[in-house]
């Protein structure tokens, strides 16, 4: 199976995407919603997060890891390839950052996610990395993860803080901005109407699905397990939890409290 998990529900962007591309393929998905978000926390409590999801998911079965949540690929991704050496690994932020140099006109960059995303620094350091004259220009954007979460997408409260948070990268002129939040494809279009049609959107979730798709179908994973409804796990369960859940996959789904779920 294909792991993948995530601080909780929003990470379900990246499986749906994973899905769509491979759908003959079985997945399990873990959101830890017991101790969401992520991206208040710091690195070393990510970093621990991040060790017991994935070995969460191969208690379970998963052969090949997704880290869905931006903040745990940010900071605890080299932990994970190196505590488990055996299992491909992938994360959501440097797919990101290769299309963005693919996308980007004037090599003006903007980056949207959480603060401990934003914090970490790792998309300016990966964006120079390839290219030493990119400016990259990050902005933490707290308030649109429990937006999404309520449900709120088409809220004038909504739009008003998408437009607000966008507004500083704007006028440091991007043509180009990662959405660096598996909560943000769901405002995609909002987003996409607040920043300008000269500014492109990189969504995360179809940028590792497409990586993971190369890996897995070049590889001749034969022993993946296949066919199947994905198993969902988290580990809290509340019915805004399975609500939230279908508006991230665009259909009902059954949840599963995890009972041997990291705490």
Do not use: N
């Amino acid at each position: 199976m294909i792991g993948v998990f995530d601080s909780g529900i929003g990470g379900l962007t990246v499986l749906k995407e994973l899905m769509r591309r491979l759908p003959g393929f079985r997945f399990l998905y873990f959101g830890d919603t017991a101790r969401t978000p992520y991206g208040t926390k710091s690195p070393e409590t990510i970093i621990r997060y991040a060790i017991e999801d994935t070995e969460f998911l191969l208690r379970r079965g998963a052969q090949v890891i997704v880290v869905a949540c931006h903040s745990a690929s940010s900071v605890a991704t080299d932990t994970l390839r190196d505590r488990f050496r055996e299992v491909p690994i992938f994360e959501v932020v440097t797919p990101s950052v290769e299309k963005a140099l693919a996308l980007t006109r004037r090599k003006v960059i903007g980056v949207i996610g959480t603060r401990a995303t934003i914090e970490s620094r790792i998309y300016e350091r990966l964006f120079r990395e390839r290219d030493p004259g990119v400016r990259v220009y990050g902005r933490a954007c707290p308030l649109l993860v429990p937006l999404v979460e309520e449900g709120w997408l088409k809220k004038p409260e909504t739009r008003m803080i998408v437009k607000k948070c966008l507004l500083p990268l704007k006028m440091r002129g991007i043509d180009t901005l990662v959405l660096g939040c598996t909560h943000y494809p769901i405002l995609k279009k909002l987003i996409a109407a607040k920043a300008g049609r000269r500014v492109k959107l990189v969504d995360p979730a179809e940028e590792v699905a497409e990586r993971v798709q190369a890996f897995v179908e070049g590889k001749h994973f034969s022993s993946l397990a296949k066919d199947g409804e994905p198993l969902i796990f988290v580990s809290d369960l509340t019915p805004a939890f399975e609500e939230v859940a279908r508006l991230f996959l665009g259909r009902r789904v059954k949840l599963l409290k995890a009972e041997d779920a990291p705490v």
